[in-house]
């Protein structure tokens, strides 16, 4: 018998308030049961947990998760989510186009945006 991972879990300073940018970024709400002030916020349909903890993120994550947009391109969907609050971190795309883009949630949280499907199998 095996496991399944049934949440990836977030530790966070206001847990209501990143999981409302994150709800925004997937385009998913939030648990009905959620309020501000809420020590959990959960985005039911993605699987992502949000817990309030007192301590503060010092280092860089040591697992992130990497977005490949569906309905626009990745410099489309990099300055919808820059609009949301995300920070630029790194720019990795390259002159032919391909690459990445490392962004951070309110809270500093590393997360990449790739290219959509489109684009990659445009570039062949």
Known sequence: ????????????????????FWSEVLGQPLHEDDKPGDEEALIEGAGVLFVTVPETKTQRNRIHVDLQPQDRTRDEEVERLLGLGATLFDDRRTPDGKGWVVLRDPEGNEFCVERSARERDSAG
Do not use: K, N
């Not at 949440?7 to 999981?19: E, F, Q």
């Open 1 to 20: 018998m095996t496991s399944a991972i049934r949440h990836v879990t977030i530790a966070c300073s206001d847990a209501y308030a990143l999981g409302s």
